[in-house]
């Protein structure tokens, strides 16, 4: 994990896990302290994205993250 990386979504949101939910499709959803979600779904698409972090609500910026580069675009 890059530096940046860790500033944006480690170091500056420390949350702990409440609770885990896994689907029949293999997918995991991390339900977080602070109002935060971490849906981790399959999928088997090269050089897509790794990961999509969006606000509680759905509808504000979010981070998109692919390898270990931060897509600035997705943070304007």
Known sequence: MTEEIRALVVASVPATVADVQAGESGGVSLVL????????TPDSIADGEDWRFFTPSGDGEHLVIVGDTVIRESLS
């Open 33 to 40: 302290s602070k109002g935060l979600q971490i849906v981790i």
